[in-house]
Structures are given as structure tokens and as C-alpha cells.
Nanobody, 123 residues
């Protein structure tokens, strides 16, 4: 069992940056691949980025490539999403999730989820 808690969301102007954090507790964090998903109002939840168990591989959605960076610190049981050059279309609730498998970009591949943190980008 893994408990995930996101933080770091907020209101930012277009072009600004935010760093989201995902704190994990419970089972061994390094046993799980971690991912970030987001859900905008009226839309389905979508994959943003993922990182493998020891951080040696990452994957990004096309919308995130070149602007977002996913990372993790297994010693701190934490994952991060650095978001640069934010756009209004990045506005969403961002979730971190844990999976025992690599690589999954479908939310059905993830068994543990946080409650989400709101990111709002104003134009």
C-alpha cells in the first residue's frame, strides 16, 4: 500500500513555472514507477509524464515534451514535476500515481493515486 500526497499547485501567469511534489509513504517507494496525470474541467484524465523506478528512464506526453521535467528522489520517497513555460491549456488538476509496471500511459496501469493538486494558468 502506498499513500501519495501532491503539493505545489497554484495560480501562475502564462509563461511562468511551477514545481509539483508527490510525497509517498507506506510501501517501498523505489519499487514503483511514478507518473503524473492531469484532468482539465470537462475532460478525461490524461498522461503527462512518467519515470522509472531508479529514474533511469522517463517518458512524456507530446504536450509536455521540452517544457516539463519529471524526477524522483528515492531517498526522500518523492517524485517531482517541474513545469516551465506554462500555458493556459495546462490548467488542470494534477495527480501523481504509482505503478509496478513500466511503461504505462493509461491510468488503468496505475494502482495508487494521490488526491491531486490544482494548477491554474492565467493568460
Amino acid at each position: 500500500q502506498v499513500q501519495l500526497t501532491e503539493s505545489g499547485g497554484g495560480l501562475v501567469q502564462a509563461g511562468g513555472d511551477l514545481r509539483l511534489s508527490c510525497a509517498a509513504s507506506g510501501s517501498t517507494f523505489r519499487n514503483y514507477a511514478m507518473a503524473w496525470f492531469r484532468q482539465a474541467p470537462g475532460k478525461e484524465r490524461e498522461f503527462v509524464a512518467a519515470i522509472r523506478w531508479i529514474g533511469d528512464m522517463t517518458r512524456y506526453a507530446d504536450s509536455a515534451k521540452g517544457r516539463f521535467t519529471v524526477s524522483r528522489d528515492n531517498a526522500k520517497s518523492a517524485a517531482y514535476l517541474l513545469m516551465n513555460s506554462l500555458k493556459p491549456e495546462d490548467t488542470a488538476v494534477y495527480f501523481c500515481a504509482a505503478s509496478q509496471f513500466w511503461f504505462r500511459d493509461d491510468e488503468r496501469g496505475y494502482i495508487y493515486w494521490g488526491q491531486g493538486t490544482q494548477v491554474t494558468v492565467s493568460s
